[in-house]
């Protein structure tokens, strides 16, 4: 199973060693960005769960965090800061959490309702949190590695269908189409990004 997340991960991550989270011996197959960008994702999806009402804007929260995340990532590269796994876990966890958002009005042609903001904050800080305690306390590596995973691949879905309802290409072609577009924009972004 972990030999299959890592390959799994590895066309969507550096998974640069120095830029992973460790637990003694064992490691989460990517990155603190990429992490937080997939555990995000996930906690977006819980969040549906618990609250239906979405916000209408994700994908303008999306490309706002976007934004700060590649602000930071050349500010850290050009002033040498020292690399926080934490901060950068932060910012991903934002990023990802609204991309799932921007993923799901996308399929559902922005049909979500308005909800309050304090809800998404709740729901990015309970996800942060939980990150955390899995992390350090329950050590439980192997159970991030598969969070992350399962949300990235939700996400893939929810292109794909969103791509369905929208042209009247066959689903093979969309399927293609979706695949090489997410791991062409997530090398494209670790490429920038670089860390």
Known sequence: MNAFLERYFSGFCSQDAAHTFFSGCRHMYLCARCSGIYFGA??????T???RKRQNKQMLYFLFFLLINIIH???????HWQYSLHTVFILGHLTGYYFAGAAAEFAFSGR?????LYADLAFNAAGIFAFLFILHFLKAMTVLNIICAS???ACILLLIFGLVKRTRWPLWAV??????????FMAGVHKLLGR
């Open 175 to 184: 399927i293609l189409l979706s695949l090489a577009a997410s791991a062409g």
């Open 42 to 47: 996930f906690i977006f999806f819980l969040g």
């Open 112 to 116: 979500m309702e308005k909800h309050k």
């Open 49 to 51: 769960l618990i609250v």
């Open 73 to 79: 990532a050349v500010l850290q590269r050009l002033l």
């Open 151 to 153: 949300a990235l691949f």
